[in-house]
């Protein structure tokens, strides 16, 4: 492994993911500015955010390998980010209902004047949801913070049908991309 990675992200989600996965780093967040640019399609937009979080830590750790991440729900090519009320919150997640959506998390990882990044793309399917049960999901505040408005490994577990792709990369992190990554720059 590496001793010198450093996270770019205030994610609790991705500091778990890379603990668990054995991975030793510090955390230092990248404060950009996160909003879609015009015309920008989903799988740009992540890219582009993962790789200004690691570009601008990594100015302070010439040093280390700066690992960035942005994820992003989509549907009908729609992004949904995190939600800004529990009107939005409850909007996301009726779009959702008995349906699939793709999960995206753009991750950039640089080491020296090398940078690398690559996109994760999960398919997620929901039941269809009754609004007591989405109502009672947004007043237990979980979709606060994140992406599509719901944390698969948390209440909205439930609401889940089916998955294909990367479980890691829903929560936040696509865990064995960030493991190829790191590889292909530590050597």
Known sequence: MTDNLVLASQS??????????????????ANIDERLHPGESPSDHVARLAGE???????????ALVLGADTVVVVDGDVLGKP??????????RR???????????VALIGGQRLRCEIASTEVTFRSLRP???????????????????????????????IVGS??????????????????LAT
Do not use: C
């Open 84 to 93: 800004e009320s529990d009107a939005v919150a409850t909007s996301m997640l």
């Open 132 to 162: 007591d049960e989405i109502a009672w999901y947004v007043d237990s505040g979980e979709p606060n913070g994140k992406a599509g408005a719901y944390a698969i490994q948390g209440r909205a577990s439930r609401f889940v049908t089916g």
């Open 53 to 63: 979080k690691a570009r601008v830590v990594a100015v302070s750790h010439p040093d």
């Open 96 to 106: 959702l209902s008995g349906r699939t959506h793709q999960v995206l998390t753009g």
């Open 167 to 184: 479980y890691s990369n829903v929560v936040g992190l696509p865990i064995a991309l960030v493991d190829t990554l790191i590889r292909s």
């Open 12 to 29: 609790p989600r991705r500091a778990d993911l890379l603990t668990t996965s054995g991975y030793r780093f510090t955390v230092e967040p």
